[in-house]
């Protein structure tokens, strides 16, 4: 098949921010996923939820991106995973989310497709990489092929907040914004997931 013929690779970047900090890390992650040719980017993000793991949020949020469904996973040809670090943990949206995907387990529907996590938090020894390694397994039961930061990349070796092998990674400190290196190892992952979609894609095609 020929460039002029291949189709764009559909990445989703699905994640739950409370306060801000890691919806900035997926905007970042979009502008390094629409640098490479033939890729866009796709925000979803998931509602709270109440005590008893039931949805709270009003159907459409007020602002932002809208609300992820199944079949935005369904018909992605990448995946970006974001939350915030909670005790070492995904928060509760987001895993409540996951836990609702049994149906593209059962079918498959994600299996071959790669995938990456990123997470932020407020303390310096929050739990970042605690919190990406909890996010990888429900990609691994899915069949998806994950995709991190190899040590090529320039500012993994300079950063003094965030960013770490399993994915981009945020020290928000008091509310500090992105640092330098925090922002260019989440434009190199999206980039990096958008061409391993990408090819994988042509490949199948």
């Known amino acids: 098949m020929t460039d ?3 189709s764009r690779a559909e990445i989703l970047i699905l994640y739950y921010s409370r306060h801000g900090s ?3 890390m997926a905007r970042m992650i979009a502008r390094g996923v629409e640098e490479v040719p033939d890729a866009v980017a796709k ?3 998931v509602p709270e939820i109440s005590a008893v793991s039931e949805a709270t949020a009003p159907a459409v949020p007020a602002e932002g991106p809208p609300y992820a469904s199944l079949d935005d996973l369904k018909h992605c040809d990448g995946l970006a995973l974001g939350s915030p670090t909670h005790f070492g943990n995904m928060a509760a949206p987001l895993k409540h989310f996951l836990d609702g995907t049994s149906a593209l387990w059962f079918s498959g529907a994600l299996s071959g497709k790669p995938a990456g996590v990123f997470t932020s938090t407020a303390s310096m020894h929050g739990g970042q990489e605690a919190t990406l390694l909890t996010m990888l397994p429900p990609l691994l039961h899915h069949g998806m092929i994950l995709v991190g930061i ?6 993994l070796h300079k950063t003094r907040s965030g960013g770490t092998p399993y994915g981009p990674s945020r020290h928000t400190g008091d509310a500090s914004p992105l640092s330098d290196e925090e922002r260019a190892l989440c434009r190199a992952f999206g980039a990096r997931l958008a061409r391993v979609a990408k090819a994988l894609k042509n490949a199948a095609e």
Do not use: F, G, Q, V
Not at 150 to 155: D, I, L, R, T
């Open 4 to 6: 002029s013929k291949r």
């Open 22 to 24: 890691t919806a900035d």
């Open 43 to 45: 925000l979803r993000t």
């Open 150 to 155: 190899p040590s090529s990349e320039a500012a």
